[in-house]
């Protein structure tokens, strides 16, 4: 493998499921992403981890619930999640510097809330 | 606050002639960091090409390449040649403050290349 994946690729869940998103890297990075992509309205960044602590948090409700167990991995937990959140949902990863390096991104996770 | 405007929803080209897709960005940082993306509908984003606030010239990747005016605080990214693979939508994006490669993304450009 190579690259950023994720898995799985389609997910229809019910509200009261509780499911999980799961990101591998295989790039050597040290920094791991979260970001939300709903229809019309710019990709939105949920969290951020840099060498495996959570740095981010953008007031994402707390039914997202990510972990980042080593720096190759990264889940997105869910449960009673709303049919707003229905959104393809990316994972990205960067070699975190004080040099701007761009993000590779897996090719994401269409999630859709019923 | 930062900020990435996308003024364009929609963009078409006819195959092989060149398209400029539009960027302006707000920061108050010295040093920043300004990214294109592609994403087809497959849904992966693609990286595409990187402009430093410091870079004196402007950058180039193949068929693209960047017209950076920092004085206008706008990136434009330039696609020559267009060809039908080229159909995607692009997103400009400039890298946030803090000490991480934090992203904040315009609304995006689609871009539909005609034969």
């Known amino acids: 493998e190579t690259g950023v994946t994720q898995t799985p690729r389609h997910l229809v869940m019910g509200m009261t499921n509780k499911k999980s998103l799961k990101c591998e890297q295989h790039?050597?990075?040290?920094?791991m992403y979260w970001y939300k992509q709903s229809a019309k309205k710019p990709l939105e960044l949920m969290f951020v981890?840099?060498?495996?602590?959570?740095?981010e948090n953008n007031s994402v409700p707390s039914r997202f619930s990510p972990e980042c167990p080593n720096s190759s991995h990264l889940f997105l937990h869910l449960h009673t999640l709303q049919p707003e959140d229905s959104a393809l949902y990316l994972c990205?990863?960067?070699?975190?510097?004080?040099?701007?390096?761009?993000?590779?991104f897996g090719p994401g996770t269409r999630l859709t809330v019923t | 606050a930062q900020k990435i405007t996308q003024t364009q929803p929609g963009m078409f080209v006819q195959e092989k002639e060149a398209v400029t897709l539009d960027c302006t960005y707000d920061?108050?940082?010295?040093?920043?960091?300004l990214f294109w993306y592609k994403q087809p509908s497959s849904g992966e984003m693609i990286f595409l090409i990187y402009?430093?606030?410091?870079?004196?010239q402007n950058a180039t990747e193949g068929r693209y390449s960047l017209n950076f005016q920092k004085a206008r605080k706008s990136t434009n990214l330039v696609i020559s040649a267009s060809q039908l693979g080229d159909s995607a939508m692009y997103f400009c994006a400039m890298r946030g403050s803090g000490g991480y490669n934090k992203l904040i993304f315009g609304a995006g450009t689609r871009l539909a290349v005609h034969p």
């Open positions: 920061t108050s940082d010295q040093s920043y960091g």
């Open positions: 990205a990863s960067s070699q975190e510097s004080l040099i701007a390096y761009e993000q590779y």
């Open positions: 402009q430093g606030s410091y870079d004196e």
């Open positions: 790039l050597g990075h040290n920094a």
């Open positions: 981890y840099s060498l495996e602590e959570r740095v």
